[in-house]
């Protein structure tokens, strides 16, 4: 980018534009371009609906409501487009690339996230997150043909290896919180054998993995995610104390993890990164850290240079001597890194036409086009209502928002990814002394079932909220932040668990209900499974020894692992071996009770 390297340095041309279309919530969240480079397809989670933009943003071509969200979206040659969308029920809609008519629809099964065509087989491929899955379809007899487990919640892929290989990131850690090194996984599927043949952990501390970009060439991919320090005291979080923002690159012809670097300076965090994207020239890979929001656009010859120079022994940045030290260099990237704003809250999908970049600003409601090559931007908010229009909007605004906290390394969404669930690691917080981390909690139902945190320290959640920003995000108290926050937490309703079938208990469930019923209700009582009330156990152990545990709410519980206060049981079924009526039951009942917990 004609070597400027600062926000400040960059002119920006910046138009506003309302785009013709029925009004509604427009909340934007992942941009695709057209095949034939005829517009910008952009998907509106807010309505369920897709929408055919202009390359320059003016007019919406064409439109069309889903009964869920589009979750992914590829062009074919012959002018159709490919949708999944969201849900029990995941459909894939076969679409007119004209008007994005309904040309035909597959039933394909909970929680389609990812879509692939793969011309050696012939067929589609998509994952399906919450199932942990990746099926096959069948495009001329319209079935799914063969289903495989690929690892917990895989959410994006991109294929290699002349398309007989699958990468596909996984969000979460799957493993004990104890376990080290600790992080989610990448899958290395094959598509003759169907099977995974390896998996790729990323670097201690790894997790919310979004997506993942490319390289024409197919020698490398680049994976957004987070990259905690979870192993420190939470005392403070400049110079990424807490937590770091990282584009980690994978070495597709070893098939192997080669390097993370941070999106971060050592001054300024670049908060939850989302998609990333390789301009069409293959010189830029452009990230959206959606809680500064701002595009991060990284010189990519320069960094491939720069990461020879370390093999090579040269000393590139002050903190980098030697290749271990790359992960944890905050300037690695300097000079070879540009930060440019998107005028707005929230940018989540990114889509690269030539040196033209796309991006949507999901709370505010822009269309962002940056021109890498003139430095403009154009800034076009669709007609329709944004999400902070509402309190509850507003209120996940502030939450996904690292601005709000100092240096905007982080957000409440850092360790609460995901709709504010859990990041699967232990955190030592100070609320209750230090040496003592705890696993994360799901924020689900925090408001109805207080007291709060595991050892129920604060006395309810808006107590929580504030105590968050104020010592995890070390920011000023703000009320009228912390009532949009509450209301936000307060509307979280939970995703039916993929253990049901057809929206009922299963046989095992059945059985392990009236296990449920006899031996754990008395706890675990009333419409969110919690008495609310605190018990000393006889598991607990160091710093934590003999004190009094909060009894845990169990709706979504099956999304929440690992389990116990400390996350040592990565499975339902070994956390109730050690905190369960196991003495009394026998495997196939243990089996039958994890069962039903896992449906709630």
């Given at each position: 980018m004609k070597n400027k390297t600062i926000l400040l340095s960059i002119f920006c041309c910046i138009i506003f534009w309302n785009c013709s279309r029925d009004t509604g919530v427009f909340a934007p969240d992942r941009v695709y371009p057209g095949s034939k480079k005829e517009g910008i397809f952009v998907t509106n989670r807010g309505e369920n609906e897709l929408l055919l933009l202009t390359p320059d943003l003016k007019t919406v071509k064409s439109a069309n409501k889903f009964t869920a969200p589009v979750n992914d979206l590829i062009?074919?040659?012959?002018?159709?487009?490919?949708?999944?969308?969201?849900?029990?029920n995941g459909m894939m809609h076969e679409l007119n690339g004209e008007d994005l008519a309904i040309r035909s629809?597959?039933?394909?099964?909970?929680?389609p996230s990812a879509l692939m065509y793969n011309a050696q087989s012939g067929t589609f491929w998509v994952t399906h997150r919450f199932e942990n899955t990746i099926k096959e379809v069948d495009p001329r007899t319209r079935k799914v043909i063969s289903s495989v487990e690929v690892g917990r919640e895989p959410v994006d892929m991109i294929s290699f290896c002349s398309d007989s290989l699958l990468l596909i990131a996984n969000n979460m850690p799957e493993m004990s919180s104890l376990s080290y090194p600790l992080g989610a996984q990448l899958s290395v599927f094959d598509i003759f054998s169907k099977k995974v043949n390896k998996r790729i952990l990323l670097p201690n501390g790894s997790t919310d993995v979004k997506e993942m970009a490319v390289s024409d060439d197919k020698s490398y991919a680049y994976v957004t995610h987070l990259l905690s320090r979870y192993q420190l005291p939470t005392n403070q979080v400049d110079r990424g104390w807490m937590c770091t923002n990282a584009l980690s690159i994978i070495d597709l012809k070893n098939q192997e993890w080669l390097t993370t670097v941070l999106l971060d300076t050592p001054q300024k965090g670049s908060a939850n990164p989302w998609g990333v994207a390789l301009s069409?020239?293959?010189?830029?890979?452009?990230?959206?850290?959606?809680?500064?929001h701002e595009l991060v656009s990284i010189d990519r010859a320069a960094l491939h240079r720069r990461l020879e120079d370390v093999k090579n022994g040269i000393k590139v940045t002050p903190s980098t001597s030697d290749w271990q030290d790359i992960p944890n260099d905050a300037g690695f990237l300097y000079g070879i890194s540009s930060y440019i704003s998107t005028e707005g809250k929230g940018p989540r999908g990114v889509a690269a036409i030539g040196n033209q970049i796309y991006c949507s600003n999901y709370f505010t409601g822009e269309i962002v086009n940056v021109d890498l090559i003139t430095e403009k931007k154009n800034v076009r908010p669709v007609k329709g209502t944004p999400l902070t229009a509402t309190q509850e909007g507003k209120g996940n605004m502030y939450f996904c928002d690292a601005s709000i906290g100092f240096q905007g390394w982080q957000s409440c969404a850092s360790c609460h990814p995901n709709d504010a669930r859990t990041d699967g690691l232990n955190w030592d917080l100070l609320n209750d002394g230090m040496g003592n981390s705890k696993n994360t909690k799901s924020m689900l139902f925090s408001h109805q079932t207080a007291p709060c945190m595991v050892t129920g320290i604060r006395k309810d959640a808006e107590t929580a909220v504030r105590?968050?920003?104020?010592?995890?995000?070390?920011?000023?108290?703000?009320?009228?932040?912390?009532?949009?926050?509450?209301?936000?937490?307060k509307s979280l309703r939970p995703v039916p668990s993929p253990y049901l079938e057809n929206g009922q208990l299963s046989a095992g469930a059945r059985r392990g209900k009236e296990l449920?019923?006899?031996?754990?209700?008395?706890?675990?009582?009333?419409?969110?499974?919690?008495?609310?009330?605190?018990?000393?156990?006889?598991?607990?152990q160091g710093t934590e020894e003999n004190k009094k545990m909060d009894v845990?709410?169990?709706?979504?519980?099956?999304?929440?692992?690992?389990?116990?206060?400390?996350?040592?049981?990565?499975?339902?079924?070994?956390?109730?071996?050690?905190?369960?009526?196991?003495?009394?039951?026998?495997?196939?009942?243990l089996t039958d009770l994890a069962e039903y917990v896992l449906s709630l």
């Open positions: 062009c074919m040659a012959d002018n159709r487009v490919w949708v999944v969308c969201d849900g029990v629809s597959i039933e394909v099964g909970g929680f069409g020239d293959n010189q830029y890979i452009v990230v959206a850290a959606s809680g500064v105590s968050g920003l104020k010592y995890i995000l070390f920011s000023q108290p703000n009320e009228e932040i912390s009532l949009a926050m509450d209301a936000y937490l449920f019923d006899t031996n754990c209700a008395s706890c675990h009582s009333g419409a969110y499974y919690t008495d609310m009330k605190q018990y000393r156990i006889s598991w607990s845990p709410a169990l709706n979504e519980v099956w999304r929440t692992a690992p389990y116990l206060y400390d996350g040592r049981s990565y499975s339902l079924k070994d956390m109730l071996q050690i905190h369960g009526p196991q003495e009394n039951l026998s495997e196939s009942e």
